[in-house]
């Protein structure tokens, strides 16, 4: 891929079960770009267990998680239904590009 310069630059591209564990792991590694593609409700955001149960994560909890080490995320899509209180964490947590699919 070429930067506004002209120059290469390396993108790694990641794909992972939607967990929580994942996600705190993306946060930490210091991922510039989020993509989450799930399902969502007006009060929280589903992610996995790691073996296909659902796990329900609160905005509140969801902001806390990537203000605690996601402070290099440049911009976060959310696909799911009910994704604005999702997207609204995103912003509260410092994300500066944030779209939130309905």
Request: glycine share 12%; charged share 20%.
């Amino acid at each position: 891929m070429k930067g506004k310069d002209g120059t290469e630059v390396e993108v790694e591209l990641q794909m992972r079960y939607a967990t929580v564990d994942a996600l705190r792991s993306s946060m930490t590694l210091g991922a510039k770009i989020l993509h989450f593609a799930g399902h969502g409700h007006p009060d929280f955001l589903c992610f996995e267990d790691g073996r296909g149960a659902a796990v329900a994560l609160s905005p509140e909890a969801l902001r806390a998680l990537v203000s605690a080490g996601g402070h290099g995320v440049r911009l976060v899509v959310v696909n799911s239904c009910h994704s604005e209180a999702a997207g609204r964490a995103f912003v509260g947590a410092g994300v500066p590009h944030v779209v939130a699919v309905s």
